[in-house]
């Protein structure tokens, strides 16, 4: 009968601490305590889920109780064992603290603590997920938990071990229960597999100990599940994978390879078959994620370690050998994480669906003409063609006839000047000039403005004014323009699923409301379908200018006498400047020398008027 039923975990859970499985340190460290008689008064079990704390508690429990007691290997049939076996509370109590958090529910534990135990030596109390009480049950515990009647024992089990009080952690021995690893839970289940007469392959036990993170009781609850269809078949991981809703390795590896490839059409289309299955959008990017860093182990470690690191067998781990020369490191990285930025995306979304099939169009665009060595080959291709312009500037403007080009005339020899002035100025001259000719010319380049109402930019403002980002990107990444005009608006995909969602949901909406603001016109006519031989007419796209030789040559024709007219007038603004500077100083000399009808002529000494007036002489020219 269903009632008789046992789980298997139930079932087979230890009873000694031999068949503890996975907590060396602790079995070690409890064995030599009992066999010593080194109990102490409190103990705290503390570490994740399934790996064993209760058990370990009350098989502690029956060590000290048992007829035979303190042993480590209780008989199992006195009435203490058979007590703490079928949870009989009389000398062993087990508490919930989560039901049982309240000071009131600590106190009525404290009364019932001065009773003597009935069958054993001690009166142990186990309080599971400890965590749970309150800081009023805590501080009510605290005294009695530092200094407990003799043959009391306290043992606190949780999984939250920075939850509870500092007070109380360092009044008790403190455990710490490591997860188990993937071989010994293997190990185990095969055990149980084989006591259960239970058909499964080994591939089918791995997966479920991948997929407990280490507790022992999830994986045998999951092979209790999967029990019931051994009975006809073998158990295989697609079956676990089915269960566990994951999606088998088969089917990621096909999506991948789309993604891989660049193929955001097909990779899309597998998508929906895996959606339409049943998985859910958080589920499917998961087992993603978790397939791609399978393949980066596969790409950077020892092929030793790929069995226990991806929990694959050998014909998976091909499959991933294969598939790995195709991607370099720092793309696997990439995709990796985006793919975690899309699993936080979706986890707050409303539109989970929606952002599923962005973030595969994004994933599938990801590593096209990304590798390292498309990356060098861009650089290096820039790089030329800067030096190039570089060069091409250089030698048009050296090229310039510099002969041609007026240079300031002498100042005529009006007065004698002093030729150290003259020198002075000449070399001042002749920098300015050397400075102006190493300034480096570097020509425009030669393209055809786009006057903003061509289709490519019409097509980005239109996209610039739609409200929704996944809309957008959807947009962006899958959608053409065939015809933007302020009438119609002519938008084409690929993809069936897509043409449905911006025809029958309010995406169209949003595409209405975009080409009132880009036009300031409601009523024009919107329409999204499969693209139609003849589009290409419908309105073309812009191109590049095609410049030909002869062009090209002209155009470097005109730069050059621009660069000399240019040129050519600062030089003559230079003269100009430089003739009125010399006027003007030649014109002070002059003054200071030669007389005038309208003023006493200046002299510069008096040794000069007296030579005049000696020999009646005068200044001449």
């Not at 095969?190 to 991948?210: G, H, P, Q, V, W």
């Not at 930025?341 to 096209?368: C, F, P, R, S």
Request: net charge negative; with cysteine; aromatic share 6%.
């Amino acid at each position: 009968m269903s009632g008789n039923y046992v789980p298997l975990y139930r079932k087979y859970r230890p009873q000694t601490l031999d068949t503890l499985v996975g907590q060396e340190h602790i079995k070690k460290t409890l064995t030599s305590a009992i066999e010593l008689g080194k109990i102490s008064h409190a103990f705290l079990f503390t570490g994740p889920r399934g790996t064993g704390k209760t058990s370990t508690a009350r098989i502690l429990a029956k060590s000290l109780n048992c007829v035979n007691g303190p042993t480590i290997h209780p008989c199992g049939e006195c009435e203490s064992c058979k007590d703490i076996t079928n949870t009989v509370p009389i000398d062993v109590i087990e508490i919930d603290a989560a039901s049982n958090r309240k000071v009131e529910d600590t106190q009525n534990i404290l009364e019932k603590i001065q009773y003597v135990p009935v069958h054993g030596k001690y009166k142990i109390y186990i309080i599971d997920e400890v965590h749970m009480l309150t800081n009023h049950a805590f501080n009510a515990l605290l005294k009695t938990l530092e200094e407990p009647p003799e043959n009391v024992i306290f043992i606190l089990a949780t999984t939250e071990v920075h939850k509870v009080l500092d007070t109380i952690k360092s009044r008790c021995q403190r455990f710490d229960f490591r997860r188990i690893t993937t071989d010994d839970i293997v190990k185990h289940l095969r055990y149980i597999s084989n006591e259960e007469k239970i058909n499964i392959s080994d591939d089918a036990l791995l997966t479920i100990a991948k997929n407990s993170a280490g507790g022992m009781r999830d994986s045998i609850s999951l092979l209790d599940q999967l029990s019931l269809l051994g009975v006809s078949k073998q158990i295989t991981s697609d079956d676990v994978n089915s269960i566990l809703g994951r999606i088998s390795f088969d089917v990621l590896k096909k999506l991948s390879n789309k993604i891989i490839s660049s193929s955001p059409n097909e990779a899309i289309e597998i998508l929906n078959e895996i959606y339409n299955s049943g998985n859910e959008p958080l589920q499917i990017l998961t087992n993603l994620s978790e397939y791609f860093k399978n393949l980066l182990i596969i790409k950077t470690c020892k092929h030793d370690l790929f069995s226990e690191l991806t929990g694959l067998n050998e014909l998976q781990i091909d499959e991933l050998n294969k598939q790995k020369d195709l991607l370099e490191i720092q793309q696997i990285v990439f995709l990796i994480e985006r793919i975690s930025y899309y699993i936080k995306e979706v986890k707050i979304a409303t539109n989970q669906h929606l952002w599923l099939e962005v973030g595969m169009i994004d994933l599938a665009n990801m590593t096209e003409n990304s590798t390292l060595l498309e990356l060098q080959n861009r650089v290096k291709a820039l790089e030329a063609r800067n030096n190039s312009i570089n060069s091409y500037s250089l030698k048009e403007y050296k090229e310039v006839d510099q002969a041609s080009i007026t240079r300031p005339a002498p100042v005529p020899p009006q007065v004698e000047i002093k030729k150290t002035e003259l020198k002075a100025e000449n070399k001042q001259d002749s920098k300015t000039n050397t400075a102006d000719n190493s300034v480096e010319f570097t020509p425009p380049p030669i393209s055809k403005k786009a006057d903003g109402m061509d289709i490519l930019s019409l097509w980005e403002a239109l996209l610039a004014n739609i409200k929704s980002a996944p809309a957008k990107a959807l947009l962006k990444q899958m959608g053409t323009p065939a015809k933007i005009t302020p009438e119609e608006i002519i938008i084409t995909f690929k993809n069936e699923n897509f043409v449905s969602q911006y025809t029958n949901t309010n995406k169209k909406d949003l595409l209405i409301d975009a080409a009132k603001v880009l036009f300031n016109n409601a009523n024009t006519k919107i329409t999204v379908r499969l693209p139609k031989a003849g589009d290409e007419n419908l309105q073309t796209l812009p191109s590049e200018p095609v410049i030909t030789e002869e062009e090209e040559e002209e155009e470097k024709k005109k730069i050059v006498e621009s660069n000399k007219q240019e040129e050519t007038k600062i030089i003559l603004t230079k003269k100009h400047t430089n003739e009125k500077e010399n006027n003007k100083h030649a014109k002070n000399i002059s003054e200071k020398i030669t007389p005038n009808s309208n003023k006493e002529p200046h002299y510069e000494s008096d040794q000069e008027k007296m030579i005049l007036d000696l020999f009646d002489g005068k200044y001449v020219d």
